[in-house]
Structures are given as C-alpha cells and as structure tokens.
C-alpha cells in the first residue's frame, strides 16, 4: 500500500479529482495548505508599503492505493496538475504500514 | 453666501420680543405659506440631512470593520456604536449650548447648559420661522460631532482599550469640539475674522484628524507594524467588501453633510444651492476616488482598493470647506488634489511611525487643511491669511489638548491593552467575543 502526497495548483484540484476517479481511485483527502519551493514568493504592495508573500496557497492531496496502482496514480495526477509553469507542485510516494476502514473493521487492502 | 449658523439664536430671540403683539392680533388671519414656509423647508432640510449624516456612522463602522483584522472587528464595532450614543447623549448635555451660546465672549461659553426642544405642538408665533426647529437644528448639529469622534476611532484602532477610548469620546464631544467648533459656528472669534468654513473641513474633519494624531502618537504603533530596521510591515485588513460599502455610505452621507450646511432650504436660491451643493461634493469624491487609481497604478504598478477609497473620502472633505461657490471643474480639481495628499501622505505617516489604521489623518486632517486652504479660489470673501490663522488655531487647541488628554489617560488609567491581548485580538481579549466565530484563524 503506498500513500501518495502531492501539492497542486489550487485551480488544478478539480481536473486532477476527474482524473483520478476516471482511472478508478475511490478516495482522497484534501487539505488548503500554503508553502513555498522553487516558486519561492513575491512582493505586494498595500497602501504604499511593500512586503512579501513567501508563502504561496497550495492543494495538499492525498491518496491511498495498493501499490500495484501507485505508478498510476502518479503519473495521472502529474498529467492533470501540470501547467509547465514554476510552481505546479510536488509529488512524494510513502509506504503505507496499516490501513483499517473504522465501519467494518476491514483492514489493509481491503480497506482502501 | 450661506447664513451663518450662529444666527438663529438671535432670530428666535427677535420673534420672543414681537410675541405680545402678535398675541394682540387675535383675529389675525393664519400665517400663509410666505412665512411658514422657509421654516417648514429648512427644518425639513435638517432632518433629511440629519439621517443622511447619521447613517455616516454606519459608513465609518464598515470601512473601519473591512480595514481592521478579523480579531478586532467586534471591538471596532462596539467602539463605533458606543461613540456615536455617548456622542449624542454630551451633545445634549453641555456640546451644543458650548457651541452655540448666542451672546458669548467669542472663546468659550458656559458648560452644563442642557437642550430644550420647541414645546409640543409649538404655535407658529413661538417658532423660530426664519430658521428652523430646536429639535431639527439640536439633532443635524450632533450628528457633525459623531463624526468626529469616528475619526478618532479609525486611526486608533486594534490596540486601544475600550474605556479610555470613550472617556476621551466624552470629552471631545463634551467639552474640545464644541468650544473650537463655538469660534466659527457659534458666531466666535473666528467668524469675526473673516474665517470660512462651510460644512467643516476644519470645524469637524481636521479636529478629529488632530484628536486622533495626538492619540496616535501618545499610543504607538500596532505590534509587528514597523520592523526594527525601519521597514513597514503592511497589515491588510480583513474584508474590501465591507471598506468599500463604508465609504460608499459616507459618500451618501456627505450630500447631508454639506447640503444641509446651507442651512436654509425655503427660497429658491438656498434650495438651489443645496442642489449645487450636492452636485459639487459628488464630483469632488469621484475625482478624489479616480485620482488615487491613477497615482497608485502609476506609483505601484497596480492600483490600490484601499487607497481608492482613501481618495474618494479625501475629495469629500477637501470640498467640505466649500462646496457651494465652486464650479463643477472647481470642485473636480479641489477634489483631485485631496487624492493626491491622500496617496502620498499614507507613506508619510508610515515614514514616522505614526500608525493611524484606516488613513484617518491623511484623510480627515491634511485633505481638511487642503479644503480650508481651497476655499480662496472660489470664495472672494475670504483670505489666504485668516484661512491659515483658523487652521492654526483649530490644530494648536485640538491637538495640544488632546495630547495632554492623551498623556493623562496614559498615566492613569491606561490606554493600550498588553501584547497578549493585542496578540489575540481585542474581540477575544477584551470582550470575549468573535465577529467571526465559524470562520478558522488566518
């Protein structure tokens, strides 16, 4: 089982939802994170005083699967996310230990 | 020209004196509309301006609730509508008899002398008819001083405490605003002189900009404001929607503020008037507004909301000096200037640490002495020189009694809430209260 992390565009969130379900995906978390990476961040200027966004709002998703689709599943989020524009995000692969589905009590894969 | 406010009192004292002959006259026909007419308009003409003016209030508590962060803006709320009541209820105590003593030694007048209104269902004998009602006169005069004392507020916003803050409300309506307001208005010193000042840019806009540069000083910046190295650190407020409907809401008000200045709505030259009057001061505010968004885009590569908007109250307030004699191009170029005070005195201020939270004292102080001045181009009655003396004199008592005001509420009683406190936000610290109680911390 492999946990799939991926930071996306904001925008993005709603293309990459698509293509995940299209591809049989049966649950994800969403969280509105803010960060910063090689996008770095920007100044702004408000009333006449300029100071600096460094962080920069982005998507937090992740997704569990068995490890047989995680490729997948990297490769369709890539696809959807990717604007070829800094700051489309990153992608991290983990090990999964355990999984239970608190309702039944399934466990593992079975849970996913 | 505008009658002067001080008028009045003599007026009504005219119709005491002309009363038992009156009286004599029983069978007198009923007074046709020639005499009760300008009465009845201009009474009307108070109150219409006098709701106008008092939705202000409502229009000062949005831009300073949109300007504010989320964590203060219950506390900003509650200061707005407990300014405005305490406002009213010192009008009524000493302010407005203070401000408009009738015979007077031209400085100050005697306190504690409370309003009566006109008796219930008063005879059109006993009435002021070539002015207006107590009532309406009393009720459009108190409402120029809420506005003052929402100035106060804005600037010195998110770090003060509640308390100190009104006391100081009590006696700037009570006691400051009257007496300086009684040299012009009031038939005073000022008036003597020649001073001009039609709906208040000085009277009430830059006695409030000084009220509040005293506090500002005497209070200190907001946490985290200005970094050590000089740097500014900008501290957005928490919703433009709401800023922008405030000043929406004051732009309405401010046809109450300076049409009902003319005082007198029962001729065809003053209803006139109150028309031209309301044509200039909209066309102040929009040049004021677009103004701002062209020196912002220029200055800043993008234009600035908030500064904008700065820029529209400031075309408000510079024609407030004068909004009558103008012509419509007068009053957009007086206007225009006011935005350009506005867009570069905010830097300014930031440049010296003074943190004044919503733009008050650009808006409401040197937008107010830009108008004063202005009213020279326009107004052949008035001079460069008693100009600058009733701006000097305004800023020497306001501000100098405010600052010891300022210093004693200081040493006493306090004035700036702990670091903690202003870290949570006074809603939570002061008043255990959120604005926003559903929404997650930012």
Redesign the interface.
């Known amino acids: 089982m492999k946990l799939i992390i991926a930071t996306i565009k904001p925008f993005k969130l709603e293309e990459v939802r698509e293509a995940l379900t299209g591809i049989g995906v049966r649950g994800m978390m969403v969280t509105e994170i803010k960060g910063f990476g090689a996008q770095s961040g920007h100044t702004e200027i408000y009333r006449g005083a300029e100071y600096a966004v460094n962080f920069v709002p982005k998507i937090k998703l992740e997704v569990a699967v068995s490890a047989a689709m995680a490729d997948q599943v990297v490769d369709t989020i890539t696809k959807a996310a990717r604007t070829g524009k800094i700051g489309d995000g990153k992608i991290f692969v983990l090990d999964i230990q355990q999984a239970l589905r608190v309702r039944t009590g399934e466990t593992n894969e079975d849970a996913l | 020209m505008n009658m002067q406010r001080f008028t009045h009192k003599g007026l009504a004292a005219a119709a005491f004196i002309a009363l038992p002959s009156l009286a004599m006259a029983q069978d007198a026909p009923a007074p046709g509309f020639d005499e009760i007419g300008p009465y009845i308009m201009t009474t009307l003409l108070f109150c219409m301006a006098g709701f106008l003016v008092f939705f202000m209030a409502a229009g000062f508590a949005m831009l300073e609730g949109g300007l504010v962060r989320s964590k203060n803006v219950t506390m900003q709320m509650t200061k707005n509508i407990a300014l405005y009541s305490v406002a009213a209820i010192m009008y009524w105590l000493m302010g407005f008899n203070l401000m408009y003593p009738g015979e007077f030694n031209g400085y100050v007048g005697s306190f504690f002398v409370t309003t009566t209104l006109d008796p219930v269902g008063v005879a059109a004998a006993d009435a002021a008819l070539d002015y207006a009602s107590v009532g309406s006169d009393f009720f459009f005069q108190l409402v120029f001083v809420a506005a003052t004392a929402s100035i106060v507020s804005g600037a010195l916003a998110e770090r003060i405490k509640l308390w100190p803050f009104l006391a100081f409300v009590v006696v700037l309506t009570g006691v400051f605003y009257p007496i300086s307001g009684s040299w012009q208005w009031g038939g005073g010193w000022l008036s003597e002189a020649g001073f001009s000042d039609f709906a208040g840019s000085t009277v009430v806009h830059s006695v409030g900009g000084w009220a509040a540069l005293a506090g500002a000083i005497v209070l200190g910046p907001r946490l985290g404001k200005y970094g050590k190295d000089g740097k500014?650190?900008?501290i957005?407020g928490s919703n433009l929607a709401l800023a922008t409907l405030g000043t929406f809401i004051l732009w309405l008000g401010w046809f109450g503020f300076n049409g009902g200045s003319q005082l007198a709505m029962g001729t065809v030259g003053d209803v006139s008037d109150v028309s031209r009057i309301f044509a200039n001061t909209n066309m102040a505010a929009a040049s004021g507004a677009v103004t701002a968004l062209i020196l912002t885009q220029l200055?800043?590569?993008?234009p600035?909301l908030?500064?904008v908007l700065n820029g529209a109250l400031a075309g408000l307030v510079s024609i407030t000096a004068e909004p009558l004699a103008p012509t419509l191009f007068g009053a957009l170029w007086i206007g225009a200037v006011g935005g350009i005070i506005v867009?570069l005195t905010?830097?300014m201020l930031?440049k010296l640490k003074i943190d004044d939270v919503v733009?008050a004292i650009p808006v409401h102080l040197f937008a107010g002495i830009w108008g004063t001045i202005a009213v020279v181009f326009y107004n052949g009655d008035a001079s460069l020189g008693t100009q600058l003396l009733g701006i000097a004199a305004y800023g020497a008592f306001t501000f100098v009694a405010s600052l010891v005001l300022w210093f004693i509420l200081k040493a006493t009683v306090g004035i700036r809430v702990g670091e903690e406190e202003e870290m949570t936000g006074l809603d939570m610290a002061e008043l255990g209260m959120e604005a926003y109680p559903e929404f997650s911390k930012g």
Do not use: E, Q, R
């Open positions: 500014v650190n900008p957005p200055m800043y590569k993008k600035d908030t500064m867009v905010v830097p930031d733009g």
